[in-house]
């Protein structure tokens, strides 16, 4: 009975999450765009509604809620679902739309879109090789085998992510990098725009009239096209269209030019309006939380270091370290596994609120970056089965955020992983992309300072 | 040859409905071979025969400039296509026809480009609603072009182009419906091509109005 009532509170949530999702992919993601394939909408929704479900058990886990069997029931069931999605569905379904976008292969959409699921497995499982990241007790098809794989993937992805957050984060709060932009730099640069275009137009102008005459006289304009056009233009060409071909070549070194200058200008418009907003209240006020941040983000980057140096994993989740410390050492009184309790579900209710949400806006700036309506659809995909990914690794790693007594049903659930090296792993990237991002950004800001200070 | 002062026309639409492919197959009566994405504004050139047939024919040069991106931009981004808007003769709307939001997405273009001073002081906010009175006020001339047509199954192009007849009723302008990849729907002759010489000959009564006439819609150059 009890499981009755237990599972029918986990299916109501469920499609809550799954109504978010949906409410999520139309609002944000999907502004400018038509949805014309329900399909990817749904999976999508599904993807997200199966993550916060994991998510929520977590959190049940802690506080106590539900009985222990039937939490135990819908950890597997899910973790089932979530695999056949990100495996199975995902993959085929971005392999289907690829192959629908090219015109040429359209009739044979369905076999195609299978091999390219084969190939996508046949990686997959070349990525379990290198790593040791199982007992070698297992078959073929268990869980472990499949989990193992996903969290190596969805652990780098979150390295990547925080790593490049870590160092971007006090980049973009704090104002002590901006650079000085004057109204006379941006209207210069506009000038010269649209001096450019000009000079592009005047040049078109001479084709268009040397296009018509040609026409007119009835002389044919062939551009030579491969290589035996080439060598025969060599020889037989008409003056006119020899012209044409140079004037031609200018224009698109011109129009190179032009494309160059927007973005600069673009660019300069960006920073005066974060040099704007830099005086305001709030501009002020991130920009002090970002010398936080940078405290923050080289203490992380400190002991990654450390883990790696000196082979060390922590044993302890920081929840029962801090109670130790201000137990032993302040020598306040209190009753242990109560606080526990709770200072770890806060903790982790935090941790999950904020990487989700971060994940969502992250993703909703990728998407609106890269996307056009043509490819809309296997961005979705792409990003439902990133977020999908990132969600089981989140598991996997807040499994060290909690005291022991809670990490038994994810250890239970997931079998038997090396959860060290999980952790080993993401310090390993996160140093990796916390590096490379200080210096690319280093390159980036220096580089664009000598371009617009010119006279 | 008459050089007249430019003759400028906008080309405005959400990314990916065709506007490259159609100033191409305006200008150089070809298809477009490798549409790729517009950054920024490409520029292109066509020769009109202002008055053909008649005996005050002249040939113009008209400029059109397919400026690229989406209303939802950053506003730096929109700060930067304003420096596009300057002194422009006349608008070309492209909409595509498989595609509901694009064509409701002409609204905030048309109110970016005619309000291009609100725009760079951030007074205007795009968000949609846009004035009737000051479409049926505007003057200049706008033509509203649906691409894609051939992608519109038989059976819906009639509940498809009632929308955009409405949707050209809207902006007081002409409407022309077609296929970019085709040169077949803008052959001499054809009503379409008719529907764009006269468009094109429209911008050439509006600038020779005198300037009394065109209260609202010449713009300051940026000082």
Partial sequence: MSFLIDSSIVITSQILFFGFGWLFFMRQLFKDYEVRQYAVQVIFSVTFAFSCTMFEL???????????????????????????????????????????????????????SCLLWLTFMYFFWKLGDPFPILSPKHGILSIEQLISRVGVIGVTLMALLSGFG?????????????????????LALERRLL???????????RMAMARRTMFQRGEVHNKPSGFWGILKSVTTSAPGSENLTLIQQEVDALEELSRQLFLETADLYATKERIEYSKTFKGKYFNFLGYFFSIYCVWKIFMATINIVFDRVGKTDPVTRGIEITVNYLGIQFDVKFWSQHISFILVGIIIVTSIRGLLITLTKFF????????????????????????????????????????????????????????????????????????FLYLAHKQAPEKHMAP | MASLDRVKVLVL????????????????????????????CSVDVRVHDYKEGTPEEKTYYIELWDVGGSVGSASSVKST??????????????HDLTNKKSSQNLYRWSMEA?????????????????????????????????????????????????????????????????????????????SNAVKISRFFDKLFEYLFTPVILQKSLTWKESA
């Fill in chain 1, 58 to 112: 977590i959190i049940f886990e802690i506080l106590g809620v539900l009985n222990s069997s039937s939490r135990y029931f819908h950890w597997k069931m899910n973790l089932c679902v979530i695999l056949l999605i990100l495996i199975f569905m995902v993959p085929f379904y971005i392999g289907y739309f690829v192959v629908s976008n090219i015109r040429l292969l359209h009739k044979q959409r369905l076999p195609i």
């Fill in chain 1, 166 to 186: 870590a160092v971007n984060c006090p980049y973009t709060y704090m104002s002590y990098f901006l650079r000085n932009v004057t109204d006379t730099d941006i």
């Fill in chain 1, 195 to 205: 001096q450019t275009m000009d000079v592009i137009i005047s040049k078109k102008k």
């Fill in chain 1, 368 to 439: 609106y970056a890269i996307s056009s309506s043509k490819s809309s659809n296997v961005i979705v995909l792409l990003l439902a089965q990133i977020m999908g990914m990132y969600f089981v690794s989140s598991v996997l790693l807040i499994r060290m955020s909690m005291p022991l007594e809670y990490r038994t049903i994810i250890t239970e659930v997931l079998g038997e992983l090396q959860f060290n090296f999980y952790h080993r792993w993401f310090d390993v990237i996160f140093l990796v992309s916390a590096l490379s991002s200080i210096l």
């Fill in chain 2, 13 to 40: 639409g959400d990314s990916g409905v065709g506007k490259s492919s159609l100033v191409h197959l305006l200008c150089q009566n070809q298809v477009l071979g490798n549409p790729s994405w517009t950054v920024g």
């Fill in chain 2, 81 to 94: 296509r304003a420096v596009f808007y300057n002194s422009v003769n006349g608008i070309i709307l492209v």
């Fill in chain 2, 114 to 190: 005619l309000n291009r001073d609100l725009v760079l002081t951030r007074v205007l906010v795009t968000n949609g609603d846009y004035d009737r009175e000051q479409f049926a006020d505007n003057q200049m001339p706008l033509l509203v072009i649906g691409t894609k047509l051939d992608q519109i199954h038989e059976t819906k192009r009639h509940e498809v182009l009632t929308r955009t007849a409405f949707l050209a009723e809207d902006f007081n302008a002409e409407e022309i419906n077609l296929d970019c990849t085709n040169p077949r729907y803008l052959a001499a002759g054809s």
